[in-house]
């Protein structure tokens, strides 16, 4: 009796997804497959006024490597992508519709996916409970902890983590709780994907002057970090430092979410400074961008595309607002807090005289380290002495800003009280004062509860 086919099923949000797809199976890194299907999830917050990523400029490029692009967006329709998981006592409905809508039969299916932890991916690796799993890399992300704790059923299932090598010497800390390994997609072979997109949405971009800047956008408001306003403001003082450092020529590339109110935000301020913006509007990666125009400079808050940048095109970069969003990023535990921390630590600020020294690899190790178990610290408990060790030896005013003093607190980690007060949560007196106090504050609850009933 002849063995099934194996038909793998890739999923991808978005183009930057596809393209690490592409220069994985180019690199040779994923398994032999009879049929490879690529799943399009749009999780945009209205997909049915944002086109999928399979409708931009340059994804034709990238479809050959496919057998066929299904929409997960249909699939489930009409629930969102981001919203949706089967109940349990449904999957096994579900996959038998899968398999026949789909073509696969009694193929065994494998499975390829990024952001495992949330839906659409978390709901697909639901649907094929005997499928093994292969994670690829969300960016910066992957040097940080998982987000959540995954159920074992799902996480044993993946054998390992493929991500583009953006930070050099830091290996990521995503899955490692499951024993997953990391490997490394070339970067020769990541760039030469890039390259193909460039030379298909090469007519769709504006020549770049030599001298130009380049600053991105995000959306941060989108993601409840900061307020609209407060992100207009971000944007403008990226305007003005490139226009400080001497950059008169501006190109602005949104995110393609943004309010069309911000580009009038800036074209007023470019035109106040006597500079000249351009507003980069076609849909495509802005590592296409930095590949097609070679800017002289590129400013972002926490953007993959800075170290894209940097790493792969040897191309100037500078951080704007990083210090705002480690303050206000909540919970602690927010997955943009590992991004936004090796940005803040490694690249220089627009605004930065040059005075201060970028981490060292081994030090940024210790940081992320600490970071990472103070973000996830169940999840994560072998890394406590590693965050001891880095709190002992490096807090300071500096470092102060990646970590919140109540969250070393509730930790028991150095640095949650002034150092000449250490000794007092260590202290007999101390903490019987404490014990007295809790036990006078519940009497007091009881009466008034008591009090209230009569």
């Known amino acids: 009796m002849p063995a099934p086919a194996r038909t793998q099923l890739l999923m991808a949000s978005t183009l930057y997804g596809a393209a690490t797809l592409a220069a994985a199976l180019d690199a040779g890194l994923l398994p032999a497959a009879d049929r490879r299907l ?26 050959t490597r496919f057998d066929g ?8 329709s009409p629930f969102h992508p981001a919203g949706w998981s089967p109940r349990p006592d449904d999957a096994p409905l579900w996959e038998r519709h899968l398999r026949l809508l789909w073509g696969l039969g009694t193929d065994d299916v494998e499975i390829v996916l990024e952001s495992l932890q949330v839906n659409p991916a978390l709901a697909l690796a639901q649907l094929f409970p005997d499928a093994p799993l292969d994670v690829y890399a969300d960016g910066l992300m992957s040097y940080g902890p998982t987000r959540s704790r995954l159920d074992p059923l799902i996480g044993t299932r993946v054998r390992r983590l493929l991500h583009v090598d953006l930070v050099p010497g830091l290996k990521p800390l995503l899955l490692t709780e499951f024993g997953v390994e990391p490997e490394i997609v070339p970067n020769e072979v990541f760039t030469k994907v890039l390259a193909e997109l460039s030379d298909a949405t090469a007519a769709g971009l504006p020549d770049a002057p030599e001298g130009a800047a380049l600053l991105l956008g995000q959306y941060l408001s989108a993601l409840d970090i900061l307020t609209p306003e407060e992100e207009e403001r971000l944007y403008v003082s990226m305007l003005r430092g490139a226009v400080a450092r001497g950059h008169r020529t501006l190109l602005f590339k949104p995110h393609p979410s943004a309010p069309a109110r ?3 935000l800036l074209e007023e301020e470019a035109d106040r400074l006597g500079a000249d913006l351009t507003l980069l509007e076609t849909p495509v990666l802005a590592e296409v961008v930095c590949h097609r125009l070679r800017p002289a400079l590129v400013v972002a808050c926490f953007s993959t595309a800075l170290f894209t940048a940097r790493a792969f095109y040897g191309l100037p970069v500078a951080r704007a607002g990083t210090d705002l969003l480690l303050e206000r990023l909540a919970p602690y535990e927010n997955s943009n807090r590992v991004p936004v921390t090796i940005v803040d630590a490694l690249l220089p600020g627009l605004e930065d005289d040059g005075g201060r020294e970028p981490d060292s690899p081994e030090r940024l190790e210790g940081l992320l380290a600490a970071v990472g178990y103070a973000m996830q610290p169940r999840i994560h408990p072998g890394l406590r002495p590693a965050a001891e060790r880095y709190l002992s030896a490096h807090l300071d005013a500096r470092t102060r800003r990646y970590f919140k003093r109540r969250r070393l607190t509730s930790l028991a980690l150095p640095g949650a009280v002034p150092s000449q007060l250490a000794f007092l949560p260590r202290h007999p007196a101390v903490r019987t004062v404490a014990r007295r106090a809790r036990a006078v504050r519940r009497r007091l609850l009881k009466r008034k509860k008591t009090a209230g009933s009569a």
């Open 38 to 63: 690529l799943i399009v999830a749009n999780t945009a917050a209205v997909p049915e006024t944002t086109p999928a990523f399979d409708e931009a400029p340059g994804f034709e490029r990238l479809r």
């Open 262 to 264: 911000w580009s009038r």
């Open 69 to 76: 692009v299904l929409s997960w967006n249909e699939t489930i």
